[in-house]
């Protein structure tokens, strides 16, 4: 079955500092990939996304490109502010093969905390 | 406001006391569906629905009910909640089947069971 693969952290970087959250994936068919991010307290929320290979999603400066041939979908941002702590998910999208009904297979989750 | 809502946003109880998580979305959405949240394994699919009177079984059915009587409503049933459904659940939405459409997600009901 589908499988999402994600950098285990807690990750903790200084203000400025560059950013990279690894995710690998394995699925049958042709998924979407999506990166969502949940603030202490809240439901998660869709960060960007990405629907077929060499597509790029961006968003609040972050961006992540759909890698079909390395199964990759690598969350990175250039300089992180403190209010970028939360954690991250990477996640899949796909159609069961039970059926028609969609699929969505989330990694384990990352911590940033980003220090002042 | 276009919103996913959950409530309660904390639960204790104890165990084999049926109790029911509601959700309710304002968007018209078909497809919706609960997770649960557990430290280091992610997000994980209790049951989904796409669209009125049709559920069906996600990763992990066991010990939870649900129904879709109305597009807006879908509410999680423990008949006998045990320590181990102990969680933090969501419940989410998205407007159709596709698999591009990303879920929109309501704040959280944190679960304990003792």
């Known amino acids: 079955g589908d499988s999402v693969t994600q950098m285990e952290g807690p990750v903790t970087l200084s203000e400025e500092a560059f950013l990279t959250i690894n995710c690998t994936y394995t699925?049958?068919?042709?998924?979407?990939l999506f990166w969502y991010v949940q603030y202490p307290g809240e439901g998660l929320q869709l960060l960007l996304k990405?629907?077929?290979?060499?597509d790029k999603g961006s968003n609040k400066g972050f961006e992540a490109t759909y890698r079909k041939e390395t199964t990759s979908f690598h969350l990175e941002k250039g300089s992180v502010q403190v209010s970028d702590s939360a954690v991250y998910f990477c996640a899949l999208s796909d159609i069961r093969s039970s059926g028609s009904a969609r699929q969505l297979t989330f990694g384990s989750g990352t911590q940033l905390t980003v220090l002042p | 406001e276009a919103q996913v809502t959950q409530n309660p946003r904390y639960l204790i109880t104890v165990t084999g006391k049926k109790l029911t998580v509601t959700c309710s979305q304002n968007?018209?959405?078909?497809?919706m569906s609960w997770y649960r949240q557990d430290p280091g394994l992610g997000l994980r699919q209790i049951y989904y629905s796409m669209n009125v009177e049709a559920t069906d079984k996600g990763d992990v059915p066991e010990g939870y009910k649900v129904s879709r009587k109305e597009k807006r409503n879908f509410p999680l049933i423990l008949e006998s909640p045990s320590p181990n459904q102990t969680s933090l659940y969501f419940c989410?939405?998205?407007?159709?089947?596709?698999?591009?459409?990303?879920?929109?997600f309501g704040n959280g009901t944190r679960l304990t069971v003792t």
């Open positions: 699925a049958t068919g042709y998924p979407s």
């Open positions: 989410a939405s998205s407007p159709g089947q596709s698999s591009n459409s990303p879920l929109h």
């Open positions: 990405a629907t077929k290979a060499d």
């Open positions: 968007m018209n959405h078909e497809y």
